[in-house]
């Protein structure tokens, strides 16, 4: 059966509700600590580079366009799909690497972590709290840039179905994982060693990009991919610091 009703709060509002939230969440996190200055100046223009160029190209349409909307699917359904999707990919990933994982990720020194964690409940719901956090507005920005911005340019300007669909599952994938690639190497986030790790991880993030612009384009809003985003980055952080086992 088709749902379809009209939003209870314009796209133009949700998407400036998010953009106050999130500009404020990075200057939180930014001036928290070193280790994550730089990781939220880098997210924090991208957001706000999708942004600008959003309301450059389609002005007062710009959240609209950008499917910042519920209008196709329940809310509860929308981040429904997206944490079942983002929770099988981070499972999908970790067992099929022998139940470790190909890339060690990280934003700092975690290894401290641990020893402060056990025992202490309070620092660890805060440090859950903080992960989700982060996890969730870095993802706000790379969707809002890639699946947001760059396909509803696709989709308005491209000539016809085959040039679109090249854009949105072929080329935007691609700069997604560039994006990915030249920010980790250049910041030490990632151990990358050798060309099967380049290779890897290119295809690992093109591969992460189309099923982000699928789900999308199912439920025809821009929370999916954010959920979904969210929900994978927040459980391979906690996996890195230990809170998630991995296994051997």
Known sequence: MDYEHDDK??????????????????????????????HSTYYLLMFLGAVVGAFVVFGDEMGEKLKFT????????????GAL???????????????????????????????????NTALLISTIVFIGLFSTITSISEETLTRGFFASIA???????????????????????????FMWARSGMIDITGLFGVVFLLMYHFTFAVICQFSMDVTGSIYTPITLHAIYNAIKMLMVIGIIGVGV
Do not use: C, R
């Not at 400036?16 to 001036?31: H, R, S």
């Open 9 to 38: 709060f314009k796209p133009n509002v949700q998407m400036g509700v998010i953009i106050v939230v999130t500009v404020l969440l990075y200057l939180f996190f930014g001036l928290s600590g070193a280790a994550y200055l730089q």
């Open 85 to 119: 999707l983002g929770i099988m990919l981070a499972t999908l990933e970790t067992f099929s690497a022998g139940n470790t994982m190909f890339i060690q990720q990280t934003v700092g020194d975690t290894g401290s972590i641990i020893p402060q964690l056990t025992g």
């Open 155 to 181: 989709e308005e300007y491209a000539e016809n179905d085959t040039t679109k669909n090249i854009s949105k599952y072929i080329l935007i994938p691609l700069i997604f994982s560039l994006l990915h690639y």
């Open 70 to 81: 519920t209008m196709n699917v329940p809310l509860t359904n929308v981040i429904l799909y």
